[in-house]
């Protein structure tokens, strides 16, 4: 019998217009054809088809937003986008064929905090398909990204959120038991120590100063808290000049890559990994634990070593349950 998870409420809930936070997920699996998930999206949220073409649905949901199911695919979105009528017989064999070896992935659009809740019953349905997560290939490093607003987009809350997961990655890659070909994989690496001291060293930063640092130290999508497309809201052109990737879609969310998609477990749903991220809201909104963790990271350090990512690990573990942060 599967379990219902509650969704933890961060201690901010509202953004800058005072209007309730929003979330968007994105999971990755396969064992469902794109016609299959597209279908299941519909039935189970009452929601009508936009726009198809063999490698991308586009539905929307009445009181939830817009859906859009992907075959991860590039050359496949690339022929399908400029395909004749002519050949989608052909395009869609294609795609199902395809969706044995590249992920299925549904990227959902941004739901207010208090109905999360409402994607429930499409993992479920999802699961009851036959949809299969991280554990079924060892290549593809399937995972869910979590899309969660700022709050507010200025350099202090933004500087806290950054300290919060940086003395926290090391603890969270062992909180969301991240799969070893995820833990391999270019696609969710962490930020490097020299940035991790360099950012907790010192008065905090401004604007400017966490903008350029975080270009010059995490200058790639490819990390577990991937900052480029919140940065791109504020200044879009001097995001591209240092990483210029179509990809980058500017708005204003973190976009958070570290836990796996389990969806073939009975007992995983969403809230899991939102209820692990929630402890970086947390730490966020606790400037003096933030101090306190900081100084403890500086004084961890030794020379030429740095600091111990397993000893490190073993504190965050004890000191977080100390804090009542779990």
């Not at 998930?37 to 649905?57: C, F, P, R």
């Not at 949809?131 to 809350?157: F, M, Q």
């Not at 209820?275 to 970086?280: A, G, R, S």
Request: glycine fraction near 4%.
């Amino acid at each position: 019998m599967e379990r219902t998870i509650t969704y933890k409420l961060p201690p901010c809930t509202t953004n800058a217009e005072g209007a309730e936070r929003r979330v968007g997920f994105e999971l990755e699996f396969s064992g469902l054809t794109l016609q299959q998930t597209s279908d299941i999206v519909k039935k189970t949220l009452g929601a009508t088809l936009q726009s198809a073409t063999a490698a991308e649905h586009k539905l929307h949901a009445q009181g939830l937003g817009d859906f859009n199911i992907e075959l991860d695919w590039n050359y496949l979105k690339q022929k399908a986008a400029t395909a004749g009528e002519e050949n989608r017989e052909l395009l869609d064999l294609i795609s199902d064929a395809a969706s044995l070896l590249v992920p299925i992935e549904v990227v959902c659009p941004p739901i207010p905090l208090s109905r999360l809740s409402a994607l429930d019953q499409l993992v479920t349905a999802l699961r009851n398909a036959g949809a299969i997560g991280t554990e079924e290939s060892i290549i593809a490093a399937y995972g869910v990204h979590i899309n969660a607003e700022i709050p507010r987009l200025d350099a202090a809350n933004l500087y806290a959120y950054l300290r919060a997961f940086s003395l926290l990655q090391w603890w969270l890659v062992e909180a969301h038991e991240v799969n070893t070909s995820r833990k391999i994989s270019p696609y969710i690496d962490l930020y490097p120590e020299k940035y991790v001291i360099k950012l907790i060293s010192g008065p905090p930063p401004d604007m400017d100063t966490l903008f350029s640092d975080y270009l010059k130290h995490n200058g790639s999508r490819n990390r577990a808290l991937d900052l480029l497309p919140l940065l791109a809201v504020i200044d879009e052109n001097k995001v591209r000049s240092r990483v210029d990737d179509p990809k980058i879609n500017a708005r204003p969310t973190f976009h958070y890559r570290l836990p796996n998609c389990n969806i073939e477990h009975p007992d995983w749903s969403l809230a899991l990994s939102w209820n692990t991220w929630w402890i970086i809201e947390q730490l966020a909104a606790s400037p003096e634990l933030l101090d306190k963790l900081s100084r403890a990271f500086l004084e961890a350090g030794q020379p030429l070593f740095g600091v111990s990512r397993k000893q490190w690990t073993e504190y965050i573990d004890q000191w977080l349950t100390d804090h009542a942060l779990v």
